[in-house]
């Protein structure tokens, strides 16, 4: 399995994989699941990829070299396309090559043909773009309502995402939110592993340093990983238990419902369920 | 789709579900999914169940009448069995008779024979017990160091249960803390919807009235659901953003890994991908 988010706000793109491939539980290994394709002062990208560990590698080495036919006009490869959209069709159509190769091997052996990748960055004048792309190729791109794409492993890590971010949210303080979301998924699911991978973007930069590989003696994430943990407990501590007793409570838990009745109690065998 | 927890600690039992089910997003209906077996002072049964609602419904009415053959003495049903596990016994095996009845035209339609419940109580003298049943009617129970399960839609509220519960936990206080599990769930996953249905079962009561149906009016509910998202907002604003500068951070980011090479950056076409 795998973890990775990627963000689109007004300041920048951030970016956050964890680099666990699994197949079965005893065969566990480490795989970074981020690269970055830089040109700097004329485009920036960054790729992140889920799923079948073969068929990510093969788009990986195919985008490199993948051309768009484009009429009379020199071929479009990621390297001289002159938008994002351009670029993420360059990524779909390296993602339909493997299909192509691959395709009707896995098919013959039962597995599925089974990619998603995140694929986001700026080049030239363009605003920042961030798109998720599909196993058949196609792909999807992020919005002012929904800033934010996750692949792999995305549930347990949703409930901050969905809380916390908008495009106004700065750049740090999303790559922290990308943080404690990685931690939660950690936590709870076995085949999400460290390192991680940090990228973090600023607009209209067309390139970056801002990179971080996060293993578990990384300070700043130990302390995210504690301090969440025992802060989310005292939080729930500090929430009111619920009070079965009469109406005298702040916040009654037995209030008669307006729609619903109680639940039935069946007390033999002869009662009818209905 | 559901979200049904149960939780066995040493005070008692708690079991919430939600009641939304739907045969794809346009076609979205309000069940119950918990049922209460009750003989005052000699057995308190609970059970919750997710999966395909045509097969659950038979289960249910199924299980009024179940009976499993017992040598020379007579049938076990759920209202004679002597023992918890013997009565989750009875509930697998109508499961299985659901299975016989409609499973291979189920299989014939392309549709998968989907359901498991949770099944938890307790019987005269016997201690407190919580089952997980699946679709072959096989089941396992809950133990000191695993004291809740989960079916349905599980991954959105797991975090909060992974992190509080434990068997010494109150009753009270598990209460609450399933209940922000599923306000976490119905905040991710449409298919997961109020109102739902709360049973606190205190040890040895052999009955219970502590029964609430929460819809969206609920006093304790609405203050749990405001409460939570906002302190969760609070704590995360707490904690320090990631810092890049130089090394004077009290938790640097930016720290060399012992074992692993910041990730890669292509910059131009002919850059071989390794």
Redesign the interface.
């Known amino acids: 399995m795998t973890y990775c988010v990627g963000i689109r706000l007004n300041a920048g793109l951030v970016f956050l994989s964890d680099s666990r491939t699994n197949a079965g539980l005893d065969a566990i290994s480490t795989f970074?699941k981020?690269?970055?394709?830089?040109?700097p002062g004329e485009r920036f990208m960054v790729l992140m990829s889920a799923g079948n560990l073969s068929i990510s590698q093969s788009v990986?080495?195919i985008l490199?070299?993948e051309k768009l036919a484009n009429g009379d006009e020199e071929p479009i490869?990621i390297?001289n396309a002159k938008s994002m959209f351009e670029a993420t069709r360059v990524l779909g159509s390296a993602v339909r090559r493997v299909y192509d190769q691959d395709g009707p091997s896995l098919k013959a052996a039962g597995i599925d043909f089974n990619c998603s990748m995140i694929f986001g960055g700026q080049i030239g004048n363009e605003a920042m773009r961030l798109f998720l792309v599909y196993s058949a190729g196609n792909f999807i791109e992020a919005t002012r309502e929904t800033c934010f794409f996750q692949i792999g492993e995305s549930?347990?890590g949703?409930?901050?995402l969905?809380?916390?971010l908008t495009p106004g949210t700065?750049l740090?303080?999303a790559?922290?939110?990308a943080?404690?979301s990685m931690d939660?998924t950690l936590?709870?699911n076995l085949s999400v592993g460290l390192?991680l991978?940090?990228?973090?973007y600023e607009k209209d930069s067309l390139q970056s340093n801002?990179?971080?590989?996060?293993?578990d003696?990384?300070?700043?994430?130990?302390?995210?990983h504690n301090?969440?943990?025992q802060?989310?407990?005292e939080?729930?501590e500090?929430?009111?238990?619920?009070?079965?007793g009469g109406g005298d409570?702040?916040?009654?838990?037995?209030?008669p419902?307006?729609?619903?009745?109680?639940?039935?109690?069946?007390?033999?065998?002869d009662?009818?369920?209905v």
């Open positions: 970074r981020m690269i970055v394709y830089e040109q990986r080495e490199q070299v490869t390297w549930k347990y949703k409930p901050i969905d809380r916390v700065p740090d303080e790559a922290k939110c943080l404690v939660s936590k709870s390192p991978d940090l990228m973090v801002r990179i971080a590989v996060i293993d003696h990384n300070p700043y994430f130990r302390m995210i301090t969440w943990g802060r989310l407990r939080v729930f500090g929430i009111d238990d619920p009070h079965w409570a702040v916040h009654p838990l037995l209030t419902s307006h729609r619903y009745e109680p639940m039935r109690k069946i007390q033999g065998p009662e009818k369920i």
